[in-house]
Nanobody
Framework: QVQLVESGGGLVQAGGSLRLSCATS????????MGWFRQAPGKEREFVAA???????FHADSVKGRFTISRDNAKNTAYLQMNSLKPEDTGVYYC?????????????????WGQGTQVTVSS
């Protein structure tokens, strides 16, 4: 069993920055892949970024160059650094963990999810 707890969300003006954290427990972070997803009101949950246990990273086209995913295995924590935020980045951000060596994008591939943290970007 893995528990995930997100933090770091909030209200920020367009152009600002936030860093989300995902604290994990139950298993060593280095044994699984991590992803960040977001869900805006009335929309489906969408892929934002992911990092394999190997350290390889993937970012959605909409956030490339602005967001960076990282992980600190010693702290059992994953991060999402978000810069140059836009109003369309608003939503609930979720971190997720998966153990299989499977594609990083589909939500269905992930085994555990956090409760989410709200990010609101004002124009």
């Amino acid at each position: 069993q893995v528990q995930l707890v997100e933090s770091g969300g909030g209200l920020v003006q367009a152009g600002g920055s936030l860093r989300l954290s995902c604290a994990t427990s139950g298993r060593t972070l280095s044994t699984y892949d991590m992803g960040w997803f977001r869900q805006a009101p009335g929309k489906e949950r969408e892929f934002v970024a992911a990092i394999r246990r190997s350290g390889d990273t993937f970012h959605a086209d909409s956030v490339k160059g602005r967001f960076t995913i990282s992980r600190d295995n010693a702290k059992n924590t994953a991060y999402l650094q978000m810069n140059s935020l836009k109003p369309e980045d608003t939503g609930v951000y979720y971190c997720a963990a998966k153990f299989g060596h499977t594609p990083m994008v589909p939500t269905t591939r992930y085994d555990y999810w956090g409760q989410g943290t709200q990010v609101t970007v004002s124009s």
